[in-house]
C-alpha cells in the first residue's frame, strides 16, 4: 500500500509504503516492522493544528512518521490512513509490540514544574498577607494560587506512567467502527 501526505504546511509531499511486514520511508529506508522493539504515539493539539506521531524503532534504526494539520485536514486524513496501514501490520507481525501513548515522562516533569510556579506566588501572597494583619484579599488570591499549583501538577502527573497498547488496542481506539 502507498500513502502520500504532505507533514507540515510548508512541506513537500512524502510518499509512504506499507508492503506485509515492511514500511519504507520517503527517502527509501527500509523498516521491518516485525523487528520493532518499541513505539511511542502521541497526538495533541496546539495553536489551533494538531501534530501527530508515530516513532518506531529497531535495534539497528529508528522511523518516525509525523503530520501536522488541522484536526480534520486532508493530510490528517492521509496520515491516519498510513498509522491504520501500519497497525494491521504491526498486528499481524508483532501483535504483542507496547506502544506507549501520550507524552512522554519528561514532559509531563516539565509541565509539573512549571505548575509549581503558581505555588510560589500563593505562599509570597499568604505571607504578605499574615504581615499586614490577615489581609483577606491576600489570604484569597495565596489560596487560589495554590489550588491553581496543585490542580497544575496533578493534572501533568509526571509519577504515573504512560498509558501502553497493543497494535490492536491502539487500532481499536484510534479507528472505533
Not at 50 to 75: F, H, M, Y
Not at 93 to 109: K, P, V
Not at 143 to 169: C, D, G, Q, R, Y
Request: net charge positive; glycine share 6%; proline share 5%.
Amino acid at each position: 500500500m502507498e500513502i502520500s501526505f504532505k507533514p507540515g504546511f510548508i512541506c513537500s509531499v512524502q510518499i509512504w509504503q506499507v508492503h506485509n511486514d515492511l514500511l519504507i520511508t520517503p527517502k527509501q529506508k527500509q523498516l521491518n516492522l516485525s523487528e520493532v522493539t518499541t513505539a511511542h504515539f502521541v497526538d495533541m493539539p496546539y495553536k489551533g493544528r494538531w501534530n501527530a506521531e508515530l516513532k518506531l524503532t529497531t535495534p539497528k534504526q529508528s522511523v518516525s512518521i509525523i503530520c501536522n494539520d488541522t484536526q480534520r485536514g486532508q493530510q490528517r486524513q492521509q496520515y491516519f490512513s498510513l498509522i491504520q496501514s501500519v497497525l494491521n501490520s504491526l498486528s499481524v507481525h508483532n501483535s504483542s509490540l507496547q506502544i506507549r501513548r501520550g507524552l512522554g515522562r519528561t514532559a509531563n516533569y516539565a509541565f509539573a514544574t512549571i505548575g509549581l510556579m503558581p505555588l510560589g506566588f500563593g505562599l509570597s501572597f499568604i505571607v504578605d498577607a499574615i504581615k499586614y494583619d490577615f489581609d483577606t484579599l491576600g489570604l484569597g488570591l495565596g489560596a487560589f494560587f495554590i489550588l491553581m499549583a496543585v490542580f497544575l501538577v496533578w493534572s501533568a502527573a509526571p509519577w504515573k506512567s504512560a498509558p501502553m497498547s497493543t497494535p490492536t488496542e491502539l487500532k481499536a481506539a484510534l479507528f472505533p467502527r
